[in-house]
């Protein structure tokens, strides 16, 4: 079993920034890949980031030369950066992992995660 716990949302201006934190537990991080996803009202869980075990990482479109995502394996943490908020990122992030990933493994897809954290509310306002 992998525990994940997210930190660092909040409420933030546009234009500001925020840096999420998850922090994982209960298997070897390394082994992992990693993921952000977020959800916002009334719609879908969408694709955010992922970073491989090899620290690889690809962006949704929609974030791509604002957010980036990065592991500190000897800290057990992924973390995304999130610069130039807008409105529109206002959402529940959420972290998730895939367990003993491929070493270049990177996943879009939420049905290929494992494991999720309980998410994290992040706010921007106008």
């Known amino acids: 079993q992998v525990q994940l716990v997210e930190s660092g949302g909040g409420l933030v201006q546009a234009g500001g920034s925020l840096r999420l934190s998850c922090a994982a537990s209960?298997?070897?991080?390394?082994?992992?890949?990693m993921g952000w996803f977020r959800q916002a009202p009334g719609k879908e869980r969408e694709f955010v980031s992922t970073?491989?075990?090899?620290?690889?990482?690809i962006y949704a479109d929609s974030v791509k030369g604002r957010f980036t995502i990065s592991r500190d394996n000897a800290k057990n943490t992924v973390y995304l950066q999130m610069n130039s908020l807008k409105p529109a990122d206002t959402a529940v992030y959420y972290c998730?992992?895939?367990?003993?990933?491929?070493?270049?493994?990177?996943?879009?897809?939420?049905?290929?995660?494992?494991?999720w954290g309980q998410g994290t509310q992040v706010t921007v306002s106008s």
């Open positions: 998730a992992a895939e367990e003993d990933a491929s070493w270049y493994a990177l996943q879009r897809s939420s049905g290929e995660y494992d494991y």
């Open positions: 209960g298997r070897t991080f390394s082994s992992l890949a």
């Open positions: 970073i491989s075990r090899s620290g690889i990482s």
